[in-house]
Nanobody, 124 residues
Framework: QVHLVESGGGLVQAGGSLRLSCAAS????????LGWFRQGAGEEREFVAA????????RYADSTKGRFTISRDNTKNTVYLQMSSLKPEDTAAYYC?????????????????WGQGTQVTVSS
């Protein structure tokens, strides 16, 4: 089992920045591929960003590329999502996801473990 806890969400004005964190426990962190997804009100959950075990491989959704950066600190068992130039359409609950693998994954079905989510609200 892997337990994931997100933090760092909140209310920010358009153009601002936030950094989300996700702390993992329960399995060797370096064996985990990690991802961030989001779900707006009344919408389906969508892929945001993903990172492999070493941090050397990353993928981004087209809507977040160039504005968001995913990173991980294997000494702190934590994955981050640095969000900049935020837009109202980035408003959503953001979820951290993990799976025991060495690749980079963009599909929900690739992930076995999920956090409870943290809300990000971007005001215009």
């Amino acid at each position: 089992q892997v337990h994931l806890v997100e933090s760092g969400g909140g209310l920010v004005q358009a153009g601002g920045s936030l950094r989300l964190s996700c702390a993992a426990s329960g399995r060797s962190f370096v064996r985990l591929a990690l991802g961030w997804f989001r779900q707006g009100a009344g919408e389906e959950r969508e892929f945001v960003a993903a990172i492999n075990w070493s941090g050397g491989g990353t993928r981004y959704a087209d809507s977040t590329k160039g504005r968001f950066t995913i990173s991980r600190d294997n000494t702190k068992n934590t994955v981050y999502l640095q969000m900049s130039s935020l837009k109202p359409e980035d408003t959503a609950a953001y979820y951290c996801a993990a799976t025991v693998s060495y690749g980079v994954y963009i599909e929900e079905s690739d992930y076995a473990y999920w956090g409870q989510g943290t809300q990000v609200t971007v005001s215009s």
